[in-house]
């Protein structure tokens, strides 16, 4: 059961002892935590004008379903009226809302709070809903008419709308565009040169014991003085190259052994 916040308590105790249960218990609002997202995971806004604005404001709480942000939760501390809370996530929730086409709002509702009263109500009018904390009890209208407006289905069911309108109706995936479906289903011919490589793949990487490794071993692993000589004749060649290509008038470079 919720409790009230008392006057000497702090904004995080409000948000443990009210927010947190609020949003996830069964008996309140039963959102997923999942789509619960803390105070960094919006972007920072500028909200509201003038002296009083305030700038890289972060909500203190989030809901996003469908990867998008259906509501704003804003808790005060117990000395602060809800009606700041309120007031503060529906500009956040304005500002959110800009950023998507016209008529197209996800950020649907906002929640204040300073811990003994909840204000909720959608981004763009007053309060539809004042209620006390300790009111919200089991089988209460006050907690029916708060479940009505902003429990997990509810707000799925905006986010949901949401999506539709997002979604482009007559999007249409390349591969079913053209010859796509026919290249889909078409069969790879042959692959010539891998018919030849396969037996001499087979031959030297799929013995099974090291008998059958023998022309591997005398042909296969060289001296070390042998690899410098490699490395000598390697390194002239590249030399070579580069006199070659210093002439035709390109960068010259100098190689080395990292080169």
Known sequence: MLQACENSETEGDVE????????????????????????????????DKGGAKKFGYYPDFSIFINSL?????????????????????????HEVNRAYPNNVNPCQLVIGTNGKSIKVGYWDSDPKLNVRVEDLLVGTKALQDLQELCSYSVLSSFANDVTAKLRLADFKRPFNQGEGSALINSKVGSNTFAADLNPILRRYFTS?????????????????????????????????????SSSAGRTELRPGKKT
């Open 16 to 47: 443990t002892k009210v927010v947190g249960p609020l949003l996830q218990e069964e008996i309140y609002l039963a959102i997923p935590k999942d789509f619960i997202k803390s105070k960094t995971y919006l972007s920072p806004r500028d909200i």
């Open 208 to 244: 099974h014991s090291q008998q059958d490794d023998m022309e591997i071993f005398a042909h296969a692993y060289i001296l070390s003085t042998e690899v410098t000589t490699h490395d000598r004749n390697l390194q002239a060649f590249l030399k070579d190259r580069l006199m070659r």
């Open 69 to 93: 942000p259906i509501c704003i939760i804003e808790a005060k501390s117990p000395q602060n009226s809800e009606d700041d809370a309120y007031r503060e996530a529906c500009l956040y929730a």
